[in-house]
């Protein structure tokens, strides 16, 4: 097999992956009973009690500021060993501080989990293995050598000090700050403690350890030529910091404990960016990738070594959806990359050092239970990992194994509460699942109210379901009033596009939802009926919750009343307002518009052009999730206008104003993040924007507008003033313009409350 053409193979697939064999996944159970799932299987000394694994989500401040694992994080993981789990892995706990200058904070305090620091850590990660255990789950700890130059910079604007990598390479969250190389000696200390945070793993209790070797950080810098170009020393090989480290592992853990890796077989970035590694700075330096035969033949000396399985993936923080695939990425996407590992072992025999085939562990977007078996039954892999699906649905496994498939929350792939959300400063949580990292404080039975009230809900849209779903089960009597014919709210037309699937799945979810509460004799669902502040007062409530969403918004601007401009929304509830169309000009660049005119180039066919005022396309969005939107938009010859402002709109084309100036950024850079609002780039302040505007006119049969929403709050407001009822509180969308995840957790603990 020709690897790196497949991979390229592989990666052209990505963009309109449903015209290239990937089926679009529901939550059915038609290979039910999972018997394959939930075999069990041997890794060293360990029989895991079923084949899936939960992925490791970085546990991202959930910590105290020492790094003592907290309460929030004991309970976090606890409730997926409850839902069924077989092996657990925490996310990455570095060793490396005092080395990796970018793992501490002012202070000398951290934001990870540690297991290095003293015996005051101990407790709690002896308290967490025997939660797991309890619960017939096993649990690996997660040990990474650092981050390196995917690591915080701003140890340099607070400290002073430059982070570190294998090489001379630049950050990758301020390309102009250097790290400077380790030393072979800073090298070989790192791998003493690997060593030592592995014995002390086992001496908690934890069963197991698992080397963050994937994604560009630290360990994969070194064990990498597109990073380690060191022409001197031991570390020179690529292959020698990994292997030693597992050597290390062994000899302070013993022949009887298992060791796990994650790898990427390619970072892919010759197959994503191509010609661009040629010339594009900070690409053309990474040129030199490990490839996938030189992959496959380091984990083959990497069991040797010690290693007893793997999981493995592609991509890198510079093409940062592939190890981190979103919403629109296919479902099953890395099952070709399992195959591949797996068959390789088969081919050349390679056995753990007990004698045993070495587990392959599948990766990406598993999280339904026929995708996933059927993956097991075709030995495309030895085991399945689950993250993101475990954090929307805690019990999973559990009902999967009861064929209770329709019941499982779907993850919905946006990434902003999982991933984004701890980017931004927060903590991992989930958009669809409310008590996601907050176990600690909501029990997993919903408490009785002490009285029982009559409750108007207004808006069935997710904020609206989960605040009447909550209210029913703390025994209260629910009316759920919604102004259109079906119940979802905003999860309508933003289920229509094929990348959109998961949010299809999730819509047909709070069906299910509605289907359930409809048998309770306490709820009533009334659709087709808009309902007034007088209305509402007139049917005596004790509370009214308003979850009555947003309004779309147009700029004021010549010409954008005209028959030739429809929102978004509309566009793709009903995609035959634009079929007459050929060329398209799409107003805002936030998520509703990109991945509007995803739809409307890769599913419709047009020439499209978007147009949006802020220096960047999808600020805010995941950085994963606004990389392969704009990736993919670029190669299917979408034009992104950054910097530009709607002037007039005319019966065939648009008047925008863009500025021109040379600092103005590119807008399909995927290889670089948008920092956070919060945190400055003092080195950008040398390159400022001047404005320098043009007037252009496009070409624009139809114009599709995706240029904000504000909240639908009249109705809150006009309740308030008329008394309609004692209580009255307003959540969701009506009370702020946001996303699917503060929507959900805002009415969550609002309802809980009543």
């Not at 999982?418 to 404080?441: I, M």
């Not at 049917?539 to 779309?552: F, L």
């Not at 147009?554 to 009343?561: A, F, H, S």
Request: aromatic share 10%; charged share 25%; hydrophobic share 40%.
């Amino acid at each position: 097999m020709n690897y790196e053409e497949k991979l390229k193979e592989l990666h052209s697939s990505f963009g309109d992956w449903w015209k290239k064999g990937y089926e679009i996944p529901k939550m059915t159970n038609e290979l039910y009973p999972y018997d394959k799932m939930f075999s069990p299987i041997r890794v060293n000394g360990l029989t895991l009690k079923n084949r899936l694994v939960m992925a490791p989500m970085g546990n991202i401040s959930m910590c105290d500021e020492t790094g003592r694992p907290n309460a929030k994080m004991l309970k976090y993981f606890e409730e997926r060993a409850k839902g069924g789990v077989g092996l657990i892995t925490t996310g990455l706990i570095p060793v490396s501080y005092g080395i990796d200058k970018s793992l501490i904070e002012l202070g000398e305090l951290t934001y990870f989990p540690r297991i290095d620091r003293s015996r005051t850590v101990f407790a709690p990660w002896r308290d967490l293995s025997a939660m797991c255990h309890a619960h017939g789950a096993h649990i690996f700890i997660q040990l990474t050598p650092g981050l390196g130059r995917v690591g915080n910079p701003q140890c340099l604007t607070n400290q002073m000090k430059l982070p570190r990598s294998a090489s001379l390479n630049p950050n990758w969250y301020m390309k102009d700050v250097p790290c400077l190389p380790l030393s072979d000696i800073s090298l070989g200390k790192i791998i003493k403690r690997i060593g030592q945070g592995s014995a002390d793993a086992k001496a908690c209790n934890l069963d197991g350890v698992y080397l963050h070797g994937h994604e560009g950080y630290l360990l994969e810098q070194v064990s990498n030529p597109a990073f380690n170009r060191r022409k001197l020393g031991k570390f020179a090989n690529y292959e020698t910091f990994g292997i030693e480290m597992v050597k290390e592992i062994r000899k302070r853990v013993g022949p009887d404990y298992p060791i796990m890796y994650r790898i990427d077989l390619s970072l892919a970035l010759k197959a994503t960016y191509g010609i661009k590694m040629d010339f594009v700075k900070p690409l053309s330096k990474f040129k030199n990738e490990r490839t996938v035969l030189q992959s496959l033949e380091y984990m083959k000396k990497l069991v040797e070594a010690g290693v007893d399985m793997f999981d493995v993936d592609i991509g890198c923080y510079d093409n940062w959806w592939l190890p981190h695939p979103p919403a629109s990425m296919p479902p099953a996407c890395y099952l070709d990359i399992a195959e591949i590992a797996k068959k390789y072992f088969a081919d050349y025999g390679v056995r753990s050092n007990k004698g045993l085939e070495v587990p392959v562990v599948a990766v990406g977007k598993l999280g339904y239970p026929d995708v996933a078996e059927k993956a097991l039954r075709d030995e495309k892999c030895d085991m399945i990992m689950l993250g993101r699906p475990l954090l929307a649905d805690a019990d999973w496994c559990n009902k999967a194994y009861a064929g209770k498939t329709e019941e499982i929350r779907p993850c919905i792939g946006c990434q902003e509460a999982c991933l984004n959300e701890f980017v931004e400063g927060g903590h991992p949580q989930c958009a669809v699942n409310p008590r996601t990292a907050f176990e600690d404080e909501y029990s997993r039975e919903i408490p009785k109210a002490s009285v029982i009230k009559n409750v108007a809900v207004i808006g069935a849209g997710p904020a609206g379901i989960t605040a009447a779903e909550t209210l029913i089960a703390r025994g209260h009597k629910v009316d759920l009033y919604e102004k259109n014919h079906t119940i979802g709210g905003n999860v309508i037309p933003g289920s229509k596009a094929k990348i959109k699937y998961e949010f299809s799945n999730y819509l047909k979810y709070l069906e299910g939802v509605a289907e359930r509460l409809k048998k309770n004799e306490s709820f009533n669902l009334y659709t087709d009926t808009e309902v007034t502040a007088e209305k509402l007062k007139a049917k005596g409530y004790d509370t009214i919750v308003i979850a009555a969403g947003t309004k779309q918004v147009k700029p004021p601007v010549e010409g954008i009343d005209g028959e030739n401009v429809v929102f978004a929304v509309d566009v793709l509830n009903d995609p035959s307002k634009v079929k007459d169309a050929e060329n398209i000009v799409v107003i805002g660049g936030g998520v509703v518009g990109t991945e509007t005119a995803y739809f409307l180039s890769y599913e419709m066919n047009k020439n499209v052009k978007v147009v949006e005022m802020d220096k960047y396309f999808m600020n805010h969005a995941c950085t994963a999730n606004r990389g392969h939107i704009i990736h993919y938009l670029e190669e299917n010859g979408v034009e992104l206008l950054n910097c530009a402002t709607l002037k007039k709109v005319g019966d065939k084309s648009v008047v925008v104003s863009q500025n021109m100036n040379k600092n103005v950024p590119n807008p399909y850079n995927t290889w670089s993040p948008i920092l956070p609002e919060n945190v400055v780039n003092p080195l950008d302040m040398l390159k400022p924007i001047k404005a320098e505007y043009e007037e252009k006119t496009l070409d624009a049969d139809m114009v599709v507008l995706a240029a904000g929403v504000r909240s639908a709050n009249e109705l809150y407001f006009n309740c308030v003033r008329e008394k309609a009822a004692p209580e009255i509180f307003n959540i969701g969308d009506s009370f702020k313009s946001a996303k699917v995840f503060e929507a959900v957790r805002s009415a969550y603990r609002k309802a809980r409350s009543i």
